[in-house]
């Protein structure tokens, strides 16, 4: 059930990603840090089995098909995410998923900038309320994102076009400035900011920027554990190339996932 708005001391940020602008550093970071930060910021990460992550999963399936059973699951999930901050001391929450605007560009035919970017903000201000949550969006130069963006939809939405394909298809998906207007219009432009990665000053410590907007000091970040070498494996141009040929296929995503971590594996395999 929605509750009504109200004033409340807690402060709730959500970090609703995008994809590939460094949430996994993050993430990771966040997590290493936890016992660090936990005076100054609650941070709920999408950890496996957790509330986030069913909450960011729900927001991408509604974003792919908005049908009333869909919607039905993303307030539960906002719920109890909400009822788990509500029970907490932490004067600032922060809540960070790459996928709480929706899918991203090659999932399921997704070709403009998050289509259902305003019915999911509605739906989280309603059921975080009485919590007014405030929005954070980390952006990244839009062709070198689109290019990022193309490997992953191979890698993980079973993407079977090429890159010249997926840019054309793309090629009116928008800009980071009208994601921003749109954000701006829904929550007010107080309630909403853009970050650009290209910003962020070291990459053993990403979401500095992010961390100084909850109230993080420029010492205590320095003070943090800093993370080591990338999240993610990257895929050379060979093994990218099979795994969109293996995506042709029609295969089951079990399957597919099976041989995207071969390729991971054994990308001596697939250089030129």
């Known amino acids: 059930m929605d509750r009504e708005p109200d004033t409340t001391a807690k402060r709730l940020i959500i970090h609703c990603g995008v994809q590939k ?11 290493r840090n936890r016992d660090a930060l936990a005076d100054r910021v609650l941070a709920l990460t999408p950890a496996k089995g957790s509330a986030t992550r069913d909450l960011g999963n729900a927001a991408m399936r509604f974003s792919l098909r908005p049908t009333d059973e869909r ?24 809540i960070s998923h790459e996928n709480l605007l929706g899918a991203m560009l090659g999932n399921s035919g997704t070709v403009t900038l998050y289509p259902r970017l305003e019915r999911i903000v509605e739906v989280l201000n309603r059921v975080f309320a009485p919590l007014v949550p405030e929005y954070v969006v980390y952006t990244r130069d839009l062709p070198q994102w689109k290019r990022s ?7 993980s939405d079973g993407y079977s076009g090429t890159l010249v394909d997926f840019l054309s298809k793309t090629e009116a998906c928008g800009s980071w400035a009208q994601t921003e207007r749109r954000l701006a219009k829904l929550v007010g432009a107080a309630r909403s900011t853009l970050f650009r990665v290209e910003d962020e000053p070291d990459e053993a410590r990403p979401g500095q920027q992010l961390l100084r907007y909850a109230g993080v000091s420029e010492a205590e970040i320095a003070a943090l554990h800093p993370v080591r070498g990338r999240s993610k494996t990257r895929i050379n141009a060979g093994g990218l190339e099979f795994q969109r040929l293996v995506n042709q296929l029609g295969l089951e995503r079990p399957a597919r996932r099976a041989i995207g971590e071969l390729i991971a594996g054994n990308q001596r395999l697939f250089v030129s």
Do not use: K, N, P
């Open 149 to 155: 963006v193309h490997a992953q939809a191979i890698r």
């Open 21 to 31: 602008t460094g949430s996994t550093s993050l993430h990771h970071f966040l997590g």
């Open 71 to 94: 919607l039905l699951r993303l307030r539960e999930c906002g719920g109890l995410v909400r009822d788990a901050i509500l029970d907490q001391e932490a004067e600032t929450v922060l």
